[in-house]
């Protein structure tokens, strides 16, 4: 087990919350918790796991519950409608004080052994991005998602290679971000790059390990975001004039 309340004192932090979406993922959301615990320990006054269900129909409402009574560290927010990994990553932000935020899928495909070097990174950065080296997705989520980064980075000015991975984030960083978000689906990540380079904050990109999935069934581009998605480029590509503006209206 980590010393936690260690690093995050050597590195002026005192609290870390990770928001961990969850849909239909019964076979691995009890494992996930265990690994993050073992890791990290049951350290509430250090460390939140705060499980956002997106209206899971399996039985992965009924596990987070019951973890929630074994394990002090963890929460469940269980939302009204399915929103998606991504939005329900920014429910689990919006409902803690900790000062450091972080998330990570309910798959178990990105394991919680980077946090210490992330923390390290976070110290004298603004946001943490990760890149997933090496990828263990299939062929096709592999290309698509290539795609979809390099238009990404050559629109909007990313830091990321990797801009739907994990990510790490001052809470008081967010805030400045959050009230400018307005994306229903996975490009809110996008969103919160773009909005980080328009205010010139420090970032940095780590790398960090990626597993094979190992239970449960990926969940894939899903016809949400297949729809969102492009309106919300279009949206931003028309908006890009006025996020550039915002430093300047912030000082």
């Known amino acids: ?40 320990g049951d350290q509430p006054d250090v460390l939140e796991l705060v499980i956002v269900n997106d209206k899971s129909t399996d039985m992965s409402l009924k596990i987070a519950q019951d973890l929630t009574k074994k394990y002090k560290s963890v929460h469940l927010i269980d939302n009204g409608e399915n929103i998606g990994c991504h939005p329900s990553q920014l429910v689990g932000w919006n ?75 001052r809470n008081e960083s967010f805030k400045r971000i959050n009230k400018h978000l307005d994306s229903k689906s996975a490009f809110i990540q996008v969103q919160i790059g773009f909005l980080a380079s328009i205010m010139k904050f420090n970032q940095i990109q780590v790398n960090i390990s990626h597993r094979p999935r190992m239970a449960g069934a990926a969940k894939g581009i899903n016809l949400h975001d297949v729809t969102w998605v492009p309106k919300e480029l279009l949206s931003l590509l028309q908006q890009r004039k006025k996020f550039r503006n915002l430093r300047i209206e912030e000082e």
């Open 1 to 40: 087990m980590t010393q936690l309340k260690n690093f995050l004192n050597e590195n002026n932090f005192s609290k870390l919350s990770i928001a961990i979406p969850t849909y239909n993922e019964e076979s691995n959301i009890a494992l996930m918790i265990e690994e993050c615990i073992d890791f990290l």
């Open 95 to 169: 409902n803690t004080d900790a000062d450091v935020l972080y998330m990570l899928p309910s798959d178990r495909q990105i394991p919680p052994n980077s946090i210490p070097e992330l923390l390290t990174n976070l110290k004298n950065n603004d946001i943490v991005w990760t890149n997933r080296v090496p990828r263990n997705d299939p062929y096709f989520r592999k290309v698509v998602s290539y795609f979809y980064n390099f238009i990404s980075r050559k629109l909007f000015n990313l830091i990321p290679n990797d801009v739907d991975s994990a990510v790490m984030i």
